[in-house]
Each structure stands twice: as C-alpha cells, then as structure tokens.
C-alpha cells in the first residue's frame, strides 16, 4: 500500500467519522432515553472526537474487569465473556434502531455499542489462555484493541456490506464480524508466540 493510498484512506474515514455525527437528538420518551443512553455507551459515544475508538476502549475496560474478576476461573470468564457479548449485540440492535430515529441519522457517530460489542467479541477466544499467562495479558489487550479498530476502521470484505442491513441491525452487524476478525487473528498470533 502506498503512503498516498493510506493517507487516502486515513482521510476518507476521518470525513466520514464526521460526517455521521449526529446534529439532532430528538428524545420522545424514556425508551428514547434509554436507548440513546445504551447506544452511546452510557454517554461514551458523545465525546467529539474518535468516540468509536473511546467505545472499544469501554469494551476492553469491561474485559479487564472480567479478567480480573475471574483470573483464576477460565471457564467463568469465556462464558461470561460471551453472555456479555450476547446481551450486548442483541441490546444494542434494539438501542441502536432506536438511536437512529431519535439522532435522525443513520449509524449515528454517538452510536458505540457496537464497538463496545465488537470488542468484547475480539477477546471470546483469547479469554481462557489469558488467564495462564500472568501479568502478559496485558499485552493482549493493546493488541486487541488494535487489531479489531484496524478492521473497524478499514473494514476488509464484507464488512461494509453489513453497514446495509437494516436499522440496528446494519450498525452491529459489521462490529461483530470485525470482533471476530480480531478474534481469529488475536489468537494465532497468541498462538505463535513462545510459550511464557
């Protein structure tokens, strides 16, 4: 790739990123409210700039809260990695269909539960092996994070082609498939590495 195509591609997304910011928040009622208050991350989707990469960082925050709860319970903490993972696309579909028609645009940038959602995906296979590895899986984390806002962001096949999903849907349909990208890769790359 060259340094005129990635800067290309690290200018579309920036235009992009603020473009889908939302001018209007048309509140209806307390499902509105709540709504709003779960798509954003509890209010993380609303910071001006990179809110998307502020909602995975949410989404590794709630990882590291599961790790540490569960240090020393791997199968306690890849079932609770994927309930929370489960609950949250599944609320966010709703939350994000909702947020939609009360920012009036479509995948609102305040919209993050998706990244949150994504995230927490990109640990699922990760999860038990990260409870044997001490102190290193702190390491892990940074490269979740990275890998799986590197598929967020450039969004390789067919990852774009979900945006086009209907509503809610179409929001967390393309971050669950980038969580798991970041799944896969994350876990070969634990996979290769030397044994602590």
Do not use: C, H
């Given at each position: 790739?060259?340094?005129?195509?990635?800067s290309g591609i690290i200018s579309?997304?920036?235009?992009?990123?603020?473009?889908?910011?939302?001018?209007?928040?048309?509140?209806?009622?307390?499902?509105?409210?709540?709504?709003?208050?779960?798509?954003?991350?509890?209010?993380?989707?609303?910071?001006?700039?990179?809110?998307?990469?502020?909602?995975?960082?949410?989404?590794?925050?709630?990882?590291?809260?599961?790790?540490?709860?569960?240090?020393?319970?791997?199968?306690?903490?890849?079932?609770?990695?994927?309930?929370?993972?489960?609950?949250?696309?599944?609320?966010?579909?709703?939350?994000?269909?909702?947020?939609e028609k009360v920012f009036e645009?479509?995948?609102?940038?305040?919209?993050?539960?998706d990244e949150v959602c994504g995230?927490?995906?990109?640990?699922?296979?990760?999860?038990?092996?990260?409870?044997?590895?001490?102190?290193?899986?702190?390491?892990?984390?940074?490269?979740?994070?990275?890998?799986?806002?590197?598929?967020?962001?450039?969004?390789?096949?067919?990852?774009?082609?979900?945006?086009?999903?209907?509503?809610?849907?179409?929001?967390?349909?393309?971050?669950?498939?980038?969580?798991?990208?970041?799944?896969?890769?994350?876990?070969?790359?634990?996979?290769?590495?030397?044994?602590?």
């Open positions: 790739m060259t340094e005129e195509t990635e579309r997304t920036l235009e992009e990123a603020q473009a889908k910011r939302a001018r209007a928040l048309n509140i209806q009622g307390p499902a509105d409210a709540l709504a709003v208050l779960l798509a954003s991350g509890l209010g993380v989707g609303f910071i001006p700039f990179a809110s998307g990469t502020f909602g995975s960082l949410l989404g590794v925050a709630i990882f590291y809260a599961l790790i540490s709860a569960f240090k020393f319970k791997p199968d306690a903490l890849l079932n609770s990695v994927l309930v929370i993972s489960a609950v949250t696309a599944a609320v966010g579909i709703w939350a994000a269909a909702r947020a645009q479509k995948d609102a940038g305040q919209i993050v539960i995230q927490l995906i990109s640990f699922a296979l990760v999860a038990p092996y990260l409870v044997k590895v001490g102190s290193q899986w702190r390491w892990s984390l940074l490269a979740g994070l990275a890998l799986f806002r590197l598929f967020d962001i450039f969004k390789p096949y067919p990852l774009r082609r979900m945006e086009q999903l209907g509503a809610g849907l179409g929001v967390m349909a393309d971050d669950i498939l980038a969580g798991i990208y970041a799944a896969v890769v994350l876990s070969l790359i634990l996979f290769l590495m030397p044994a602590p």
